[in-house]
Structure formats: C-alpha cells, structure tokens
C-alpha cells in the first residue's frame, strides 16, 4: 500500500533518469483518463452525475473500489498489485475533466 499523498512528487528526487520521469509522469497522467471515458458517458446518461460533487464523488468511489479490487486480488493471488493514494484523486480529476467536457460540449452553464 502507498499512502503517501503525492507519492510522485515526494518521491520525484529519487528518479535517476529522463525515462523514469516519462514513465512515472505517464503513469499519473494515465490514471487521470483512466475513468475519463466511462465518466463522460455516464454524465451524458445519468442526470444525478451532472455537477462537480457529484461527478467527484462518484469518480472517488469508483476508483476506491478499482484499488480495493487490486488489493483483494493480491491478496488472493500475489499479484504484486498496490493501492496507491494518488490513484484515488488522479482518477476522480479524470472523472471531473468528463464532467466538464460534457459541459463545454453541451454548453451548460450550471455550477454545483
């Protein structure tokens, strides 16, 4: 388990080489669009996802049970699977990014 919070960041002194900052860099931004598509078709589908809370929330407890799955999976199976924190936001920015790309694209005007 990884709970430190900006694992990338606090860690970044620890990276020797331009390929390992590509890779960890690449990594967070992956986990950032992980949930984007998913997120962008259900904010289109489901009304009660159409507000920054709740896109938030929703991306959150998504992602928390995506991380939980892989610990349940170590667990069970030596997977080497981690739950990392950072999986937890970077997830659910991807899922606010939808949220707000459904608003650019629609052209609403609401906040929450």
């Known amino acids: 388990m990884l709970l430190v919070p900006f694992n990338s960041l606090v860690s970044a002194g620890q990276l020797t080489s331009l390929k390992e900052i590509i890779w960890v860099f690449g990594q ?7 949930l984007y598509p998913l ?11 159409r507000s920054v809370k709740s896109s938030l ?3 959150f407890l998504i992602s928390l049970g995506i991380e939980t799955g892989q ?11 981690v739950f990392e924190i950072d999986d937890l936001w970077t997830n659910s920015l991807g899922v606010l990014l939808a ?7 629609t052209g609403s005007r609401k906040t929450d």
């Open 28 to 34: 967070n931004l992956s986990n950032v669009f992980l």
């Open 71 to 81: 610990i349940l999976v170590d667990l069970l199976y030596d997977a080497n699977r």
């Open 39 to 49: 997120g962008l078709c259900l904010v289109f589908l489901r009304k009660e996802w």
């Open 57 to 59: 929330l929703y991306g």
């Open 99 to 105: 949220y707000l790309t459904y608003r650019l694209l």
